[in-house]
C-alpha cells in the first residue's frame, strides 16, 4: 500500500481496541491509537512496532469536543488521511436504578455515547470529501436489551446503536462505510479472567471471544465493496445463548 493511511482507535484498551489497531498495522495502516492516559499505550505502540508496523499514542478524553477536534486534525496534518475510525469506548458499569446517580448516569452516556458522536462527527468531515472511509462503533449485548442493574449503560448503548444507524443512512450514499458491531459474549480480557472465573474457563472451550478474532471481523467489514456494505454485525461464541 502506498499511499499512506490512517486507522484511529478510540479506546485502544487492552484487549479489543488493541487487537483492532495491530490487526490494521499489518496491513500497512499507521495505527492512532487513544486512551485518557497515553503512557498505558507504551506496551501497545512497542508491540506494533515489533512487528515491523507504525504506531502513534494519544492522550485524550472522548467527551471533550475540542480534544476530538483537535486529535482528527492533528493525525491529517501531520500523519496520514484517518480511513478508518473505530469507536471501542465500553462503560459497562452495574448500578442498582435506586443507586444510579444522575451523574452516574450522564457519565456512562458521554463515555459510551456522545464521545461515539463526537468521532463519527469528526471522522465524517474529513471522510466526505474523499468519498470513501470507514466508521465502526463497538456495541455490545446491552445495544440490543436492557438489563437488571443496566439502566445507564443500556440507555447509552441503544443511543450509541440509534447514532450509527442514523449515520449509516447519511453517510453511505456519500461513500462512507458505517457499521455497528455488537459483541455479544465475554471477551477474553484480564478482567473478565479475575471477575468471571467461571465464565472464563469457558475459554477452553472457545466459549469466549478472542479480541484477535474480533479484529479480524473489522477488518473483513472494511475490506468489504460497497456494493453488498454490511450495517450491523453481531459476534458471539458458539455456545452462548441468545
Not at 446517580?101 to 474523499?130: D, H, I, N, Q
Not at 437488571?148 to 440507555?155: D, E, K, L, V
Not at 458505517?178 to 468471571?196: K, M, Q, S
Request: proline share 3%; glycine share 10%; aromatic share 10%.
Amino acid at each position: 500500500m502506498n499511499e499512506k493511511k490512517a486507522v484511529l482507535v478510540i479506546g485502544a484498551g487492552d484487549a479489543t481496541g488493541s487487537a483492532i489497531a495491530r490487526r490494521f498495522a499489518r496491513e500497512g495502516y499507521i495505527a492512532c491509537v487513544t486512551r485518557r492516559n497515553a503512557d498505558k499505550l507504551g506496551p501497545l505502540v512497542a508491540q506494533i512496532e515489533a512487528e515491523g508496523g507504525i504506531a502513534h499514542a494519544f492522550g485524550s478524553d472522548a467527551r471533550k469536543e475540542e480534544e476530538m477536534v483537535a486529535l482528527i486534525q492533528e493525525i491529517e496534518a501531520n500523519i496520514a488521511p484517518v480511513e478508518v475510525a473505530v469507536f471501542n469506548i465500553g462503560a459497562n458499569v452495574r448500578f442498582d436504578i435506586l443507586e444510579t446517580t444522575s451523574r452516574v448516569y450522564y457519565k456512562v452516556w458521554e463515555m459510551a455515547c456522545f464521545g461515539g458522536f463526537l468521532m463519527g462527527r469528526e471522522a465524517a468531515r474529513v471522510m466526505l470529501p474523499r468519498k470513501r472511509g470507514s466508521i465502526f462503533f463497538t456495541g455490545a449485548t446491552a445495544s440490543l436489551r436492557g438489563r437488571a442493574g443496566y439502566a445507564a449503560f443500556g440507555g447509552a448503548k441503544h443511543a450509541l446503536r440509534a447514532l450509527a444507524q442514523s449515520m449509516a443512512k447519511e453517510l453511505g450514499p456519500k461513500g462512507v462505510h458505517v457499521a455497528h458491531l455488537i459483541i455479544d459474549g465475554a471477551i477474553d480480557t484480564e478482567f473478565i479472567r479475575e471477575t468471571f472465573p467461571e465464565r472464563y474457563a469457558l475459554k477452553e472451550r472457545e466459549g469466549i471471544v478472542n479480541p484477535e478474532h474480533i479484529a479480524d471481523t473489522y477488518w473483513m467489514l472494511h475490506q468489504q465493496s460497497r456494493d453488498a456494505w454490511t450495517h450491523e454485525l453481531e459476534l458471539r461464541p458458539w455456545i452462548e445463548s441468545w
